[in-house]
T-cell receptor, first 115, second 113 residues
């Protein structure tokens, strides 16, 4: 089955600790995205990548970092600089194009909690 | 800055009722608009995608409309069922935002048996 997997489902972070959230897709999509969702709110874009070895900041990139060494993988690191990391994190992927209408497909999410 | 607003934030209806969810946006220069469904603690599932040149899309009991001139979209759910209970999010792809989506805050729907 093709799809997007995220792990872990729940993640606990201690003060001052960096943690990494995994996102893998086998849809052969070029573009991948990381979103943050706070309770009762919509999604906000953290980072996105249109091709391997390239990524761009979204609206709320401060305190986060990413890498895109493989087409299938787009891990997100929540650094100690992110002072309010408790949220639900969603990864998505899509075919990349300039003007066409491909939809984004979402993973099941990772809930990050601070101890 | 483009904004996407969904009102109401929460809605509770009895089973069988027809209902309309609203999405408004401030910039009509869009490629497309999507409606997503999100179950508690889960990812998003795409329901309907309306291209900029289209006025509506239908899938089963769902009908989504798009009026760019007024900056509005509606998601109509016919004969609602308890299984429709979820959060519904609209998202737009604006011209000057590449492949990025801008999301509304969502409407949390509860359909009571």
């Amino acid at each position: 089955d093709g799809g997007i997997t995220q792990s872990p489902k729940y993640l606990f972070r201690k003060e001052g600790q960096n943690v990494t959230l995994s996102c893998e897709q086998n849809l052969n999509h070029d573009a991948m995205y990381w979103y943050r969702q706070d309770p009762g709110q919509g999604l906000r874009l953290i980072y996105y990548s249109q091709i391997v070895n390239d990524f761009q900041k979204g609206d709320i990139a401060e305190g986060y970092s990413v890498s895109r060494e493989k087409k299938e993988s787009f891990p997100l690191t929540v650094t100690s600089a992110q002072k309010n990391p408790t949220a639900f994190y969603l990864c998505a992927s899509s075919i990349y194009s300039g003007t066409s209408v491909e939809t984004q497909y979402f993973g099941p999410g990772t809930r990050l909690l601070v101890l | 800055k483009q904004e996407v607003t969904q009102i109401p934030a929460a809605l509770s209806v009895p089973e069988g009722e027809n209902l309309v969810l609203n999405c408004s946006f401030t910039d009509s220069a869009i490629y497309n608009l999507q409606w997503f469904r999100q179950d508690p603690g889960k990812g998003l599932t795409s329901l309907l995608l309306i291209q900029s040149s289209q006025r509506e899309q239908t899938s089963g009991r769902l009908n989504a409309s798009l009026d760019k001139s007024s900056g509005r979209s509606t998601l109509y759910i016919a004969a609602s069922q308890p299984g429709d209970s979820a959060t519904y999010l609209c998202a737009l792809r604006f011209y000057n935002a590449g492949n990025m989506l801008t999301f509304g805050g969502g409407t949390r729907l509860m359909v009571k048996p």
